[in-house]
């Protein structure tokens, strides 16, 4: 270590090397007197600060041979922010195209910051909603450390940004938006009345007519007599399929109003707000996209991308499944609408959609919002298949035994039934799991049950394990990142 921090003294980083010490190159910066690198040791990922300054007193850790090691806690974190601005997350606005990363595992960022680097696009790599946090057991705090430290391991200075992910409750977004958190999506799920469109033209009818009449005069008159114009969108409006709208968004409309005008409109800095109405029974149909994005703009709502839910379906880690022609002919709508309004179209449930990658590309003419997650947790199964699979044996089994526990989270088709049983597959194989779609959402939903299981004495079962492999295979996982991500960003146009 002392040849290492000689080394930083002198500014000498072409020999920044140590024995049993792994340094970060990319990360070596200077501020004032002080230099400043990310080293991993066998006591794990810290920051090596030399030269005294405002910098290094603030920095905690402990002194040795005359440099301060710092390691990776969230008051360093904040300092780093303070000092390194490119650490801290930003809003991105409507002009650039976005993807938000989703790591899970806090462990994903580097791979991410090396696949999309240089491109048309920029990274939202903190995204996490609260039920995510409460199935890997992490806070806000640790995801926005994760991706700060990240962006400084990389020297990535383009910018990131950070995204309390489908945020229903108004205490989650005052803790979102009270770390800095950079965009914010509402998810309005709990404000859309699913019921509706069980119900019969009859049913929906009388349901309406009890609205009242000034409502139903301001929609009639509105959608019914006044024709929708979009270039681009195709949008034919009925009367029973207005009334449907009505009943099912307008609550909604309401719900984003209220968190506009009481977090976003008040805020001194900017944020992206993001509109979910994806999590949805039904496909929202560009007539009724066109109705809330018409409804918010009279109201004065600024948005930054609105998600709604595309027909056929976008089930986790799998590719697109339904009728594509049909995809085509409604995503040209929904791109138009958003156009028309200056906002994104945002893609929820985005990884691994290969097949309508393209023409997401193209109908948006490149500038969109999508999102991605549990395809990151993938490729850091398949990493484990590949070097430790007695690791991912004792996974794939626990997966198959808690799979129906798992289903509570997510919806997916998967039949367990057609994965090739475990004692059938040579470890070669098992990363072959990873191309077949029901053994991938098997591994897919249960990320959360693997993380926090534990053993009788308390111990993880599988994820101090899992994090050591990780950590011995960071470069590994990055390759595969830069490769599946890659893909993605290919296919998009970008």
Known sequence: MKELIDAIKTGNTSTLAAPGVKVYAASFTQIGNTSLVMVRTEAGKQLLAVGESDLYDQLNGEVVDGAKVAPLTHENRLTLNQFLPYTAPQAFGTQVATMGLGDRLGIASPGHIQTIRGRDIRPVLAQQSIRELALTGRTYE????????????????????????????????????????????????????NTIETLSAQEVAAKYEKLPASLREHYEKRYLETPADVPGAALNYTREALQKDVLIYDAAINFMEAIYRKYIATLDRAVDFEISIDETATPTSPEAHYLVANELRDRGVSIFSMAPRFCGEFQKGIDYIGDIAQFERELASHAAIAVHFEYKLSIHSGSDKFSVFPLIGQYTNGLFHIKTAGTNWLEAVRVVAKVNPSLYRRMHQFALDHFTEATAYYHVTTDINAIVPLSEVADADLPNYMEENNARQLLHITYGLLLQAKNADGSKTFADEFFHTMAEQEDVFAEGLRHHIGRHLELLGK
């Open 142 to 193: 640790d995801v926005l450390d994760a991706a700060a430290y990240a962006v400084f391991q990389e020297g990535y200075k383009d910018g990131y940004g950070a995204d309390g992910d489908h945020l229903k409750k108004e205490e989650d977004i005052e803790y979102a938006l009270r770390l800095g958190f950079t965009m914010l999506t509402l998810d309005c799920s709990e404000n859309i009345d």
